[in-house]
């Protein structure tokens, strides 16, 4: 048991069953469910990868990988490829109950980030964001993030946080992950405008933050979460309730649905006329549009060209007036 929970391993959704200890393997996988997913040739999916790692060395998070904003398609990527990644990171991000992690490199304008802006539009007043700020050891020589990191530039609620990655050629060269942390510490205790803050950043610090703050949020949201599903299981429990001694052979029942058949064709009908339905025709008149163009239009030209006796219409109208008096 002792050995069963020492050993590091991850489980993949779409490979039940399957533990995988090699993660040279599980990175193979991913790449080839994403081919299978989205073809070979750049496409994308909204549809995630669903992976679980379990190790005594890491916290307990459930991150959502999305893909940065694609400007100009490439290979089999749609023209629309900008707004479709888009709208599939506004579906995740939009959730109430999920922080937001902006990913920035440190070698770019912070102004023109994708990853702040498109948080900005779901969460005003950076409630759920944190900011990540990666390539520190990319930027120009003179030049650091330390305004951002210190959090005055652009400032978030609950800040930045900086940190260096392996760069490609460290993972082709096969550098694992404990050397890179190591190198990583090493960068920001040495550099003189990082140094004075480097137990406040890197990647451990960045999962340290992350566990604490998505504990905080989870707490935070959990009682109007669970208000919400309270109310929608007692509206289901209700349905169930109304539905439990449903014979559709019973007459009332037929009766019944009759009458909501001829309510709900009345209240289409009215919707119809009134021209609030949830269907438009945009090939000609119809519904009250029609009636309306008949009485503003048609029927004033018709009643134009009829031709009358006037003095004779008049007296006809006097005794109209006099016989609805009746005897009153």
Do not use: W
Not at 11 to 32: A, M, N, P, W
Not at 115 to 127: I, M, N, R, T, W
Not at 139 to 164: C, F, H, Q, S, W
């Amino acid at each position: 048991l002792l050995l069963i929970f020492l050993t590091e391993y991850a489980e993949f959704l779409h490979c039940k069953g399957k533990k995988f200890t090699d993660f040279d393997e599980v990175r193979q996988e991913i790449e080839v469910e994403t081919d299978r997913v989205t073809g070979m040739n750049k496409g994308i999916s909204s549809v995630p990868i669903n992976l679980r790692v379990y190790s005594p060395h890491v916290l307990s998070l459930t991150l959502i990988d999305l893909p940065g904003i694609t400007k100009v398609p490439v290979g089999d990527q749609p023209p629309d490829i900008e707004q479709q990644i888009r709208d599939m990171i506004m579906q995740f991000i939009s959730r109430e109950n999920c922080l937001i992690l902006a990913v920035t490199p440190a070698n770019t304008d912070l102004a023109n980030s994708d990853a702040l802006k498109l948080a900005k539009e779901v969460d005003p007043q950076g409630l759920r964001t944190i900011g990540v700020i990666t390539k520190l050891d990319l930027m120009d020589e003179g030049t650091d993030a330390r305004e951002v990191l210190e959090n005055k530039l652009l400032p978030l609620r609950r800040g930045y946080i900086g940190v260096v990655n392996r760069s490609q050629k460290d993972i082709d060269g096969k550098k694992d992950i404990k050397a890179a942390l190591l190198a990583e510490r090493k960068f920001f205790l040495s550099h003189p405008s990082y140094r004075h803050m480097a137990d406040r950043m890197g990647t451990p610090y960045l999962q340290k933050v992350l566990n604490q703050q998505l504990t905080n949020h989870i707490r935070d949201t959990l009682p109007a979460f669970r208000s919400k599903l309270q109310s929608q299981l007692l509206s289901i429990e209700h349905e169930v309730e109304v539905y439990k001694n449903f014979r559709p052979e019973d007459p009332t029942r037929k009766t019944k649905a009759l009458l909501q058949m001829v309510q709900q064709f009345s209240v289409d009908f009215e919707k119809r006329i009134e021209g609030s339905g949830d269907q438009v025709d945009t090939l000609e008149l119809s519904g009250g549009a029609k009636i309306n163009r008949i009485f503003h239009e048609r029927f004033p030209f018709e009643l134009v060209k009829m031709e009358f006796n006037e003095k004779e219409l008049r007296r006809e109208i006097s005794y109209a007036i006099k016989n609805i008096h009746g005897i009153r």
